[in-house]
């Protein structure tokens, strides 16, 4: 039968010899037929050998095509599916179970050394050095699962119940033998001890791997590459790791790339992450991290949707008690070239940070702000992020910038810049702002705030900016509730505008990526511990029906906050309420793009084009030379973006109030 196992006749055995093949025991090696003994060249075998059929070839880049089978190896305790090559093996290969299609070519060594987990349940001590907030990765540990176990200490029961799943789990991939898995490809590299390869996974060139899972699928396969050094660590599907990076206890997510010589340690990177050339050390990176030079370190810190410049750094102690300081930065926060932020620090969602800050800022309740040093001091430039091109185009991008393709994606992710959670951040920092001018009097040419400076200007603009972008998005919420809907009373807006959620009220989190009510964390916490949520797939089940719950919780909380915000609750709306709502969304939603639209004209202005026309002599030539490379500010498409983004908002407008029955 195609798949019984046998054992090598007499004639076999004596073709494998005169091919150089030996084996410490013959009765040992079983066959699956039909079984080719061309196929195999000096091959030691040694242990429980099973080999596969070998009636398949690989094609390798080039059209050269290779035929399946073992030469020039030494097996032991191994398992070898159907239509494998493995070539050219300098030491061995011991207990491994080697599945169909698999090409493993110019290896120094690939063991298992005893039972192992392969990178399962390693601690890694984010956020503080010296530990405390250790996360157990597996290989589907998601940022928000990673979030809860090292953010929530204050609930031990929850950590505990967590870290229980997540051990029981790693315990059910022990293994005394490793895997190689199906069509994997594994060439030119050194030594591999104690890792699954999984489907479809290449490693071409790397130095050394240890302890380790690379979790990889059909639909997006995991590559490690050239002088890759890897210890303790865990490679989600689509990950990338290569050009002689180096890791130690990390978990690398979803699409994730590591490359160009980048370190980290005790690090976790979740989908989408990019880092190259710096370092990271003990860093909770959550979904689009950003860091791409060779200067820049993050330590310490929690992250998200970042943008780090070149030598960007913190540090994480003050030589007292060692570095157990940490930081947040808020979701979609960039730091300039060579900025600095002593630990420890909060800065708040969407914020700016330029020079070097050691009077350990918070700045959480005022989002899209510019943190700047002048002079030593630390000033804050509230809201203003909001009218910064940046901002916008980096909102636009995140979605675009995706690259998973595994189906089965792990980290859930919001992508809106507008949410509960940083719209309450600017509702919150309307109120400061008002409580600081009128603690230090309307006439103050400037403010203090936790040891920042704010200018009087800054103060009261970026009071505007909280609430046009307020405005914008609170109307943005009607209209889409009223979109479609046949509306011909004052009872019919009351109606469709009722919330349908419960859940939604109160604060709102941002779980490393992903916004949800705090009420809803709470009451899954309670089921975790409880054990109403019995294993880490409930848990990620639970997670993603929030994330599927967001619009309609978004929408309770903007009814919950109507009445603080428009002075009315949405159960007494009327038309007339809705066509005035609309007006001041048209107006906010105009006023925020007219801002973005100045501020793309600043990259067309004659300070953008120096350097430009450097030969050619004359502003006209200068002029031309800028168009070439730059395009003209009219046709920039951005600048088109902005153009049509007022005039679909104002035609949507202009629909909802057509279908108000007029007085």
């Given at each position: 039968?195609?798949?019984?196992?046998?054992?090598?006749?007499?004639?076999?055995?004596?073709?494998l010899e005169?091919q150089?093949?030996?084996?410490?025991?013959?009765?040992?090696?079983?066959?699956?037929?039909?079984?080719?003994?061309?196929?195999?060249?000096?091959?030691?075998?040694?242990?429980?050998?099973?080999?596969?059929?070998?009636?398949?070839?690989?094609?390798?880049?080039?059209?050269?095509?290779?035929?399946?089978?073992?030469?020039?190896?030494?097996?032991?305790?191994?398992?070898?599916?159907?239509?494998?090559?493995?070539?050219?093996?300098?030491n061995?290969?011991?207990?491994?179970?080697?599945?169909?299609?698999?090409?493993?070519?110019n290896?120094?060594c690939?063991?298992?050394?005893?039972?192992?987990?392969?990178?399962?349940?390693?601690?890694?001590?984010?956020?503080?050095?010296?530990?405390?907030?250790?996360?157990p990765?597996?290989?589907?540990?998601?940022?928000?699962?990673?979030?809860?176990?090292?953010?929530?200490?204050?609930?031990?029961?929850?950590?505990?119940?967590?870290?229980?799943?997540?051990?029981?789990?790693?315990?059910?991939?022990?293994?005394?033998?490793?895997?190689?898995?199906?069509?994997?490809?594994?060439?030119?590299?050194?030594?591999?001890?104690?890792?699954?390869?999984?489907?479809?996974?290449?490693?071409?060139?790397?130095?050394?791997?240890?302890?380790?899972?690379?979790?990889?699928?059909?639909?997006?396969?995991?590559?490690?590459?050239?002088?890759?050094?890897?210890?303790?660590?865990i490679?989600?599907?689509?990950?990338?790791?290569?050009?002689?990076?180096?890791?130690?206890?990390?978990?690398?997510?979803?699409?994730?790339?590591?490359?160009?010589?980048?370190?980290?340690?005790?690090?976790?990177?979740?989908?989408?992450?990019?880092?190259?050339?710096?370092?990271?050390?003990?860093?909770?990176?959550?979904?689009?991290?950003?860091?791409?030079?060779?200067?820049?370190?993050?330590?310490?810190?929690?992250?998200?949707?970042?943008?780090?410049?070149?030598?960007?750094?913190?540090?994480?102690?003050?030589?007292?008690?060692?570095?157990i300081?940490?930081?947040?930065?808020?979701?979609?926060?960039?730091?300039?070239?060579?900025?600095?932020?002593?630990?420890?620090?909060?800065?708040?969602?969407?914020?700016?940070?330029?020079?070097?800050?050691?009077?350990?800022?918070?700045?959480?309740?005022?989002?899209?702000?510019?943190?700047?040093?002048?002079?030593?001091?630390?000033?804050?430039?509230?809201?203003?992020?909001?009218?910064?091109?940046?901002?916008?185009?980096?909102?636009?991008?995140?979605?675009?910038?995706?690259?998973?393709?595994?189906?089965?994606?792990?980290?859930?992710i919001?992508?809106?810049?507008?949410?509960?959670?940083?719209?309450?951040?600017?509702?919150?920092?309307?109120?400061?702002?008002?409580?600081?001018?009128?603690?230090?009097?309307?006439?103050?040419?400037?403010?203090?705030?936790?040891?920042?400076?704010?200018?009087?200007?800054?103060?009261?603009k970026?009071?505007?900016?909280?609430?046009?972008?307020?405005?914008?998005?609170?109307?943005?919420?009607?209209?889409?509730?009223?979109?479609?809907?046949?509306?011909?009373?004052?009872e019919?807006v009351?109606?469709?505008?009722?919330?349908?959620?419960?859940?939604?009220?109160?604060?709102?989190?941002?779980?490393?990526?992903?916004?949800?009510?705090?009420?809803?964390?709470?009451?899954?916490?309670?089921?975790?511990?409880?054990?109403t949520?019995?294993?880490?797939?409930?848990?990620?089940?639970?997670?993603?029906?929030?994330?599927?719950?967001?619009?309609?919780?978004?929408?309770?909380?903007?009814?919950?906050?109507?009445?603080?915000?428009?002075?009315?609750?949405?159960?007494?709306?009327?038309?007339?309420?809705?066509?005035?709502?609309?007006?001041?969304?048209?107006?906010?939603?105009?006023?925020?793009?007219?801002?973005?639209?100045d501020?793309?004209?600043?990259?067309?202005?004659?300070?953008?084009?120096?350097?430009?026309?450097?030969?050619?002599?004359?502003?006209?030539?200068?002029?031309?030379?800028?168009?070439?490379?730059?395009?003209?500010?009219?046709?920039?498409?951005?600048?088109?973006?902005?153009?049509?983004?007022?005039?679909?908002?104002?035609?949507?407008?202009?629909?909802?109030?057509?279908?108000?029955?007029?007085?």
């Amino acid at each position: 039968m195609q798949n019984t196992f046998r054992g090598l006749t007499l004639d076999e055995i004596g073709r494998l010899e005169q091919q150089g093949c030996t084996s410490d025991n013959w009765n040992s090696v079983q066959v699956k037929t039909p079984f080719s003994s061309a196929n195999y060249h000096d091959v030691a075998f040694s242990g429980d050998i099973r080999l596969g059929t070998t009636s398949g070839v690989h094609t390798l880049t080039g059209g050269i095509t290779i035929q399946s089978g073992i030469s020039q190896a030494r097996l032991h305790n191994v398992s070898v599916g159907d239509d494998v090559y493995i070539g050219r093996i300098a030491n061995y290969i011991a207990n491994y179970d080697i599945a169909d299609g698999a090409y493993i070519q110019n290896v120094d060594c690939l063991t298992s050394t005893g039972t192992s987990a392969f990178g399962n349940g390693t601690r890694v001590s984010v956020l503080n050095e010296v530990g405390g907030r250790e996360v157990p990765i597996y290989e589907r540990l998601s940022a928000q699962i990673a979030y809860l176990v090292a953010m929530y200490r204050h609930e031990p029961a929850l950590v505990g119940r967590l870290t229980a799943m997540i051990d029981e789990w790693s315990d059910s991939r022990r293994s005394p033998r490793g895997r190689c898995g199906r069509f994997c490809r594994v060439v030119n590299s050194g030594t591999i001890t104690d890792v699954n390869i999984g489907d479809y996974a290449v490693v071409d060139g790397a130095s050394k791997l240890t302890n380790g899972t690379l979790a990889s699928s059909e639909q997006d396969p995991v590559h490690v590459g050239t002088n890759v050094i890897a210890t303790d660590f865990i490679l989600a599907s689509g990950a990338k790791v290569d050009d002689g990076a180096v890791l130690l206890h990390t978990f690398v997510g979803q699409a994730s790339h590591l490359t160009r010589l980048f370190s980290a340690h005790d690090s976790l990177f979740f989908a989408n992450c990019a880092c190259e050339n710096g370092e990271g050390c003990a860093v909770f990176g959550g979904p689009y991290t950003v860091t791409m030079h060779k200067s820049s370190l993050l330590i310490a810190g929690m992250f998200s949707f970042l943008n780090a410049g070149s030598g960007s750094n913190q540090s994480n102690h003050m030589y007292k008690l060692g570095p157990i300081h940490q930081g947040v930065i808020e979701r979609g926060s960039k730091t300039t070239s060579d900025s600095y932020i002593l630990w420890p620090a909060r800065i708040g969602a969407f914020s700016l940070v330029m020079g070097r800050h050691v009077s350990h800022p918070d700045t959480s309740r005022l989002p899209f702000s510019y943190l700047i040093e002048s002079a030593g001091d630390s000033h804050i430039v509230p809201g203003v992020n909001l009218k910064s091109v940046g901002t916008i185009r980096d909102a636009q991008k995140w979605p675009k910038r995706d690259r998973r393709r595994d189906p089965d994606r792990l980290d859930m992710i919001n992508f809106n810049l507008l949410s509960p959670y940083t719209v309450s951040r600017m509702m919150d920092g309307v109120a400061l702002l008002d409580a600081i001018e009128a603690t230090s009097g309307a006439t103050s040419s400037s403010y203090s705030y936790q040891g920042l400076t704010m200018s009087a200007r800054a103060l009261r603009k970026g009071r505007d900016y909280y609430r046009n972008a307020i405005n914008k998005f609170m109307g943005n919420s009607v209209i889409k509730r009223l979109e479609a809907a046949v509306i011909e009373s004052d009872e019919d807006v009351r109606r469709l505008l009722k919330p349908t959620c419960e859940a939604g009220c109160g604060e709102w989190l941002d779980l490393c990526g992903m916004f949800a009510p705090k009420g809803e964390v709470k009451r899954m916490s309670r089921e975790i511990v409880d054990g109403t949520l019995p294993s880490l797939e409930a848990v990620a089940e639970r997670i993603r029906s929030l994330q599927e719950s967001y619009y309609d919780m978004e929408w309770t909380w903007v009814a919950e906050h109507f009445r603080s915000w428009w002075g009315k609750g949405v159960e007494q709306l009327t038309m007339e309420d809705v066509r005035e709502i609309v007006e001041c969304w048209r107006k906010s939603v105009v006023t925020i793009d007219n801002q973005l639209y100045d501020d793309a004209r600043k990259e067309f202005s004659v300070t953008a084009r120096i350097g430009f026309g450097i030969d050619a002599g004359g502003n006209t030539s200068r002029q031309v030379d800028f168009e070439q490379v730059r395009g003209d500010f009219d046709s920039d498409p951005f600048v088109q973006m902005v153009v049509d983004h007022i005039r679909v908002k104002n035609a949507l407008g202009d629909e909802l109030l057509a279908r108000l029955p007029q007085k």
